[in-house]
């Protein structure tokens, strides 16, 4: 009896649960399909999206190109003609003719200031020794290009204008101005260190008077000879020994004249 209620049992728990265990797949079968024809619908809708986004790229791109294009040929005259100016446009004047101490070009200009002082002596008739300190500003001019070309003594004419002031602190304080053109040679010796000679006749303004000077106008003549030395191309330090001398020539007594031997020192610009 035991063993036919179990098999019983058996029997109708297999006809109870056999529709629930159909039903349960039939639902799971379903959702599979379901997620399935959602998965596909979602790659389609991908596919449909990129190319959507591909062609509207496409599209951007003809549209940006074109303007691109033009933009670059506009910009890149202008790089060429910066570039060609900045080639063309040296970073210094160059103010030899063929290298550092070879010699000015023609034309070349200078602006120097110098300071020095001397002793007076007494000679040529003066009796008095006249110690002068002075200062002065020049203005230069190179007349033309290198001559004695091939000798020693080749170089540049220079016209200077020179205007000087200062005083006179032995034996009587006084004070002295002038304006002189000179002239100077300055010699090419292929190096930083150039020399030169200089002479300049002039008019000058001095409160000195007797027993050596007649009164206030007096001429002056100088000359001098010194050195340059180029620290940069176009700037040059100088040291040169200077002579002096004033009298009115004879207009007016006395006349016995001032002389003065000194120094100078200097700098210069060259453009």
């Known amino acids: 009896m035991l063993a036919f209620a179990v098999i019983v049992a058996l029997f109708l728990l297999w006809v109870f649960t056999e529709p629930i265990f159909k039903l349960s797949d039939h639902f799971t079968c379903t959702s599979k399909r379901k997620a399935d024809r959602h998965k596909s619908k979602g790659r389609i809708r991908n ?158 303004a001095t409160s000195i008077g007797p027993p050596d000077l007649s009164g206030t106008f007096e001429f002056n003549l100088q000359a001098a000879t010194g050195v340059r030395w180029f620290i940069r191309d176009n700037l040059a330090l100088s040291v040169e020994a200077h002579y002096l001398h004033m009298s009115c020539a004879g207009i007016h007594p006395p006349n016995q004249g001032l002389n003065n031997f000194g120094g100078f020192v200097g700098i210069g610009w060259f453009f």
């Not at 290298?99 to 003066?126: L, P, R, T």
């Not at 200062?135 to 001019?141: D, Q, T």
Request: hydrophobic share 40%; proline share 4%.
């Open 47 to 204: 596919k449909e999206i990129i190319s959507t986004a591909f062609l509207a790229a496409c599209g951007i791109g003809n549209l940006l190109l074109p303007g691109a294009a033009q933009a670059q040929s506009q910009i890149t005259p202008t790089h060429s003609i910066s570039d060609a100016t900045l080639t063309a446009t040296p970073s210094i004047t160059n103010i030899w003719q063929n290298g550092v101490g070879e010699g000015f070009k023609s034309g070349v200009q200078s602006v120097s200031f110098n300071v020095g002082a001397g002793y007076g002596a007494e000679i040529f008739g003066s009796e008095q020794s006249h110690d002068l300190a002075l200062v002065s500003l020049a203005y230069g001019y190179m007349l033309g290009p290198v001559v004695g070309k091939g000798h020693w003594y080749r170089g540049n004419w220079e016209l200077r204008g020179e205007l000087f002031s200062g005083a006179q602190f032995s034996p009587t304080t006084e004070s002295l101005v002038g304006l002189t053109p000179h002239l100077r040679y300055n010699f090419a010796t292929g190096t930083r260190w150039i020399p030169y000679v200089d002479a300049g006749a002039g008019v000058s």
